[in-house]
């Protein structure tokens, strides 16, 4: 099959796009770069900039988005395609409850088929990057929350970050989790107060309090100071003096591990959609919708 790929010249992505696809055609498919053919195969990058009338056997185009999210925007003509490829269901959507409003026109409308596949693929050294949460506070004591940490870094939950101690007294569970993740344990004697605390507080994503009972405590002052996003237990100025992201009742690991899989589970989620994307597989896509057309 020869389909011709019918390229914006103005605009860079696009342009990029047409010719990725283009260089991951499935074999025993000559897909070239070059103007509509009248009677061809031709497949539109994109509709809004290249597609003008119904031109060839089979027409298909690459639709980026209605401007303005408005059906007004949507031109009668773009009905005549064979088929529709868009980059997000809300433009598919916007197109066919439109698709009524066309025919009411009297809009010469075809039976055109509409899909969703997302262009593009991520080069290698993009890499998932853990989430690190720092605590910033003496360990050891039952008041601190150091039994329900040594619970927790049991939990599945707490190998999907990397973690930060500054404070004495937490190598215990600094030892459990460095079995499974990242953890760095510094202790107050090794650190200078204010200088190096804020260049710690600078390589985690979140600070945690894991108090059972507390005054404050302090380190909720410098994180809140920074804009950290804070998760912490119920106590002293938390959700009373101080608003934080994430609360959770003092002692209580299951709740913080929900807390955390709740962080990270649309983190994941999105990683396995960029993980599954390739031009490979979005051309093949291309040519399944001629075929299907056939």
Known sequence: MKINVVAVKSGWILTKIAERIVANAPEGTDMVLGPAMP???????????????????????????????SPGEIKPHWYTLDHIIHMSRLSRRLFEDNAFNMLMKKAPVNKTVHSCKMPGEVPEGFEYKKPTIGVFQRGQYEGKGFNMMRRFARHPEAADFNWVFAGNGWEPIVTDL?????????????????????????????VLVPSKWEGGPMGLLEAASLGKPIIAARVGWVGSEMPVDHMFRPGDEGELGSILKDIVRNRKKARKIVENLSYENYAKHVVNCFERIR
């Open 178 to 206: 460095h079995r499974k993740t990242n953890a760095i344990d510094l202790g107050d004697d090794e650190l200078i107060w204010p200088e190096e605390y804020k260049g710690l507080y600078d390589l985690v994503d979140y």
């Open 39 to 69: 009677g061809g195969n031709n497949f539109y990058v994109d509709v809004t900039n290249c597609y003008q009338s119904k031109m060839g056997a089979r027409d298909v185009g690459l639709f980026t988005h209605v401007h303005a999210n």
